[in-house]
């Protein structure tokens, strides 16, 4: 059973995640039409989303003018991206950062669907291509232990770079 709510309930935050959910309906929706003419969502969808990471990857390393991870922290996990996700960041070095988030607008979305706990799973995962695409533009590989949408208590991203 997925937990996913969200303890700042600031009207401003609550209005960002809207936005996020919208987002996340898109993609369910493009899923369900895709499978209701027979295609399976992991056919089409984590290549999809994982070209919009690249892009958005390629054009945040070019903002930040730096491929560190800390750039990365510094552009896409901002102080209100923090605040929206309920986030802990555990580490952050040139190489490796470290990400807790507590809440998900994009598992909110889902819920709100009445998706099934295993189809969240399967939206998050093809979303998650996206955060894959980002970290390859800064050198870096995404590991994700922990998953709202698999019923753990937290997102844990784990980036970092084979510098070896």
């Given at each position: 059973?997925?937990?996913?709510?969200?303890?700042?309930?600031?009207?401003?935050?609550?209005?960002?995640r809207e936005l996020l959910e919208h987002r996340a309906l898109w993609l369910y929706l493009?899923?369900?039409?895709?499978?209701?003419?027979?295609?399976?969502?992991?056919?089409?969808a984590p290549a999809a989303v994982k070209r919009c990471g690249l892009y958005q990857g390629k054009n945040l390393v070019k903002?930040?003018?730096?491929?560190?991870?800390?750039?990365?922290?510094?552009?896409?996990?901002?102080?209100?991206?923090?605040?929206?996700?309920?986030?802990d960041i555990k580490k952050s070095t040139d190489d490796e950062l470290?990400?807790?988030f507590h809440y998900c607008p994009l598992v909110k979305a889902?819920?709100?669907?009445g998706c099934t706990d295993e189809e969240i799973a399967r939206l998050c995962d093809i979303a998650m291509c996206g955060d894959h695409g980002i970290g390859e533009e800064y050198g870096?590989?995404?590991?994700?232990?922990?998953?709202?949408?698999k019923g753990d208590d937290i997102c844990a991203l784990r980036y970092h770079k084979?510098?070896?």
């Open positions: 059973m997925i937990k996913n709510e969200a303890k700042s309930k600031n009207p401003l935050i609550v209005a960002i493009l899923c369900d039409e895709a499978g209701k003419k027979g295609l399976k969502w992991e056919d089409f903002k930040g003018k730096t491929d560190s991870l800390k750039g990365l922290k510094k552009t896409l996990f901002s102080k209100p991206a923090q605040m929206v996700f309920e986030m470290n990400i807790d889902w819920q709100k669907q870096a590989v995404l590991d994700l232990p922990n998953c709202i949408a084979n510098n070896k």
